[in-house]
């Protein structure tokens, strides 16, 4: 098994370009996120989905959107990309609803730098 | 809400030394509690979770933590650390009820053993 395979690995972007970052899981879950790991400020949650069908804002989710394509894949994206948003972001995926025990698994990150 | 706080940015340790990592937590209804591990350059993996039960969690790799319901805590120890520990370690929350799935992180606590 895969688990959760996010692309590209490496970005860089100019500002004000757009650009979405893919993430698809084969564990059959049901929940998704997106987080994004700056040095000092830990992981910082950006959306998630809690089922197919549904997103919500997590802590930092301004300049970011975000689409549940199907149960598989969850994308997001940068309409208009900044320095601010330089940093790597991680995908993960875990359990079923209501099953808010269970172990997230993550991607191997994508590093974007904006110039 | 949920919130996480790790209150060490690092923790130097010699080889052999036993170890604490810090975590308390904030949240107005039960929640689930997680250690995960990320080493240079990978994604993370858990390393132990709290659900119920015994207070005192057995993980991988020889580590445990022990809730501490009253201090709202969730500390992650070592009895003697090897080279191979060093790495970024990050506690998480997650409520036990409710449809939101939302899953949180503190700020990360990078481990330095040295020889």
């Known amino acids: 098994n895969a688990g959760v395979t996010q692309t590209p690995k490496f970005q860089v972007l100019k500002t004000g370009q757009s650009m979405t970052l893919q993430c698809a899981q084969d564990m059959n879950h049901n929940s998704m996120y997106w987080y994004r790991q700056d040095p000092g400020m830990g992981l910082r949650l950006i959306y998630y989905s809690a089922s197919e069908g549904t997103t919500d804002k997590g802590e930092v989710p301004n300049g970011y959107n975000v689409s549940r394509l199907n149960k598989r894949e969850f994308s997001l994206r940068l309409e208009s990309a900044a320095p601010s948003q330089t940093s790597v972001y991680f995908c993960?995926?875990?359990?079923?609803?209501?099953?808010?025990?269970?172990?997230?698994?993550f991607g191997q990150g994508t590093r974007l730098t904006v110039v | 809400a949920q919130s996480v706080t790790q209150l060490d940015s690092q923790v130097p340790v010699f080889e052999e030394a036993p170890v604490e990592l810090r975590c308390n937590y904030s949240?107005?209804?039960?929640?689930?509690l997680f250690w995960y591990v990320q080493y240079p350059n990978q994604g993370l993996q858990l390393l132990l979770k709290y659900l119920s039960g015994s207070t005192l969690v057995k993980g991988i790799n020889g580590f445990e933590a022990e809730f501490n319901k009253s201090q709202t805590s969730f500390h992650l120890r070592k009895p003697s650390v090897h080279i191979s520990d060093t790495a970024e370690y990050f506690c998480a929350v997650s409520a036990r009820s409710g449809n939101t799935g939302k899953l949180i992180f503190g700020q990360g606590t990078t481990l330095q053993v040295k020889p």
């Open positions: 949240s107005s209804v039960s929640v689930y």
């Open positions: 993960a995926s875990r359990g079923g609803q209501g099953a808010w025990s269970g172990e997230a698994f």
